[in-house]
Nanobody, 120 residues
Framework: QEQLVESGGGLVQAGGSLKLSCAASGRTFSTYDMGWFRQAPGKEREFVARISSWSGGSIYYADSVKGRFTISRDNAKNMVYLQMSSLKPEDTAVYYC????????????WGRGTQVTVSS
């Protein structure tokens, strides 16, 4: 069972960058697909990015962040990252790290989230 803890959120000006980190517990981190989701005030949680298990050879992004965000993982450290660049005010949200066993249909392990606020 994976426990996830996000960090790295904060306040940044539009056009700036932030790097989110997610620390995972458990001895089988490499066997989990990892994802980032976000939820803005008054909106439903939405998909941001995901990376496949093991070497992370499959990566997907939401159209809204493609070209600006980069997801990566370090299996040796049980970490997944989200590098965010060219941030926009509409990126303001609570960002959640999530995990699912490789090939699973849904993400069933979630962190508590980290707040990202982008000022205009």
């Amino acid at each position: 069972q994976e426990q996830l803890v996000e960090s790295g959120g904060g306040l940044v000006q539009a056009g700036g960058s932030l790097k989110l980190s997610c620390a995972a517990s458990g001895r089988t981190f490499s066997t989990y697909d990892m994802g980032w989701f976000r939820q803005a005030p008054g909106k439903e949680r939405e998909f941001v990015a995901r990376i496949s298990s093991w070497s992370g050879g499959s990566i997907y992004y939401a159209d809204s962040v493609k070209g600006r965000f980069t997801i990566s993982r370090d299996n040796a450290k049980n970490m997944v990252y989200l590098q965010m660049s060219s941030l926009k005010p509409e990126d303001t949200a609570v960002y959640y790290c999530a995990a699912r066993f490789m090939g699973g249909s849904r993400f069933n392990y979630w962190g508590r989230g980290t707040q990202v606020t982008v000022s205009s």
